[in-house]
């Protein structure tokens, strides 16, 4: 299965956190197929906070969505991820953001991820790796901006 991951940091190296998210990711039942390039992005939702960097990777993985969720989160844990404040500070995220054409409500898990189409800073990774993606919404990725300032870093 096919599924696009969004990973931030802005908390300490936060080059070093992304760089380990990927390397930790990258495993026999998950294959990463792209990566885009590192974006310097303003914060949402809470705004006084460091700048983020951003990124999105596409993987191909066995995983089902839950099993998947439960990497990612492991992952945050295992790189000092500290759930202290909704959309505050952090050493890394990692949100799933589609996993094929699945549509999830549930109370641990929702897909696609609930405000993919808002945010600038997984949209324009996103498209630099999936510029043909059509969104679960059935918008083309070319056809949605998001809201914020996204600067590429590499």
Same mark, same amino acid.
């Given at each position: 299965?096919?599924?696009?991951?969004?990973?931030?940091?802005?908390?300490?190296?936060?080059?070093?956190?992304?760089?380990?998210?990927?390397?930790?990711?990258?495993?026999?039942?998950? #294959?990463?197929?792209?990566?885009?390039?590192?974006? *310097?992005?303003?914060?949402?939702?809470?705004?006084?906070?460091?700048?983020?960097?951003?990124?999105?990777? #596409?993987?191909?993985?066995?995983?089902?969505?839950?099993?998947? +969720?439960?990497?990612?989160?492991?992952?945050?844990?295992?790189?000092?991820?500290?759930? #202290?404040?909704?959309?505050?500070?952090?050493?890394?995220?990692?949100?799933?953001?589609?996993?094929?054409?699945?549509?999830?409500?549930?109370? *641990?898990?929702? +897909?696609?991820?609930?405000?993919?189409?808002?945010?600038?800073?997984?949209?324009?990774?996103?498209? *630099?790796?999936?510029?043909?993606?059509? +969104?679960?919404?059935?918008?083309?990725?070319? *056809?949605?901006?998001?809201?914020?300032?996204?600067?590429?870093?590499?």
């Amino acid at each position: 299965m096919k599924a696009f991951l969004g990973l931030g940091s802005n908390l300490g190296d936060r080059a070093h956190y992304l760089e380990e998210a990927v390397t930790a990711l990258s495993s026999p039942v998950l #294959k990463i197929e792209a990566t885009s390039r590192i974006y *310097e992005t303003e914060p949402w939702g809470l705004l006084d906070q460091p700048l983020y960097w951003n990124l999105v990777i #596409k993987i191909e993985t066995s995983l089902e969505p839950l099993e998947l +969720l439960h990497v990612c989160q492991e992952i945050e844990r295992q790189l000092g991820r500290e759930r #202290k404040q909704h959309w505050g500070p952090r050493t890394i995220d990692i949100d799933l953001l589609i996993y094929d054409n699945i549509v999830s409500d549930s109370e *641990e898990l929702i +897909l696609p991820h609930p405000y993919l189409e808002e945010r600038a800073f997984v949209l324009v990774p996103l498209r *630099e790796i999936a510029p043909e993606l059509v +969104l679960p919404s059935g918008k083309s990725i070319s *056809e949605v901006s998001g809201e914020g300032k996204v600067h590429p870093l590499t």
